[in-house]
């Protein structure tokens, strides 16, 4: 059971998206989403709200079922004001961070990949990047133990070609 077959996540489901004789004659016709309402434009009647599951508050790139750390990553970069033009750049040396994790995180004494936002503002501020994130994590002890081990795996990439 992968939860979605849930009575309480049916109900809710139906609750958000009741289905309609309508919605079902209108699938083989021309439909159009106009601010988050399905219609059928040749009647103007409304059919529904449109819920998308897949869509995240950041848009294309956070649907609720994936966990993908560079989409994640990507969807901080607005927010934080790096330049269109150096995107690709952090981006590339994001992952190869990530992948440099996955080779060495047996080294650490952390389960997890480091917090993204403390990767992106040192990834930045290491490349000459403008970023306009603040200080990533407020607790002190827990920033220090991710830098040592941010700086550690910086020491591996910069000695390997990016």
Request: proline share 5%; charged share 25%.
């Amino acid at each position: 059971m992968t939860g979605w077959d849930s009575d309480v996540v049916q109900s809710l489901l139906r609750l958000a998206r009741p289905p309609s004789k309508e919605v079902v004659e209108a699938r083989t016709s021309d439909v159009v989403c106009v601010e988050g309402v399905l219609l059928n434009p040749q009647t103007g009647v409304v059919l529904r709200c449109d819920l998308s599951l897949d869509a995240g508050p950041y848009g294309y790139c956070a649907p609720i079922y994936t966990y993908d750390r560079t989409n994640r990553f990507s969807c901080l970069l607005t927010p934080a004001g790096v330049p269109v033009s150096s995107r690709h750049l952090v981006i590339r040396v994001f992952e190869q961070l990530e992948k440099l994790w996955e080779d060495t995180k047996t080294e650490y004494d952390r389960k997890y990949f480091l917090s993204q936002k403390l990767v992106l503002r040192e990834v930045c501020r290491r490349l000459g990047v403008a970023c306009n994130l603040p200080v990533a994590i407020r607790d002190s002890k827990r920033r220090r133990n991710q830098m040592r081990i941010f700086e550690s795996m910086w020491r591996i990439l910069l000695s390997s070609k990016l």
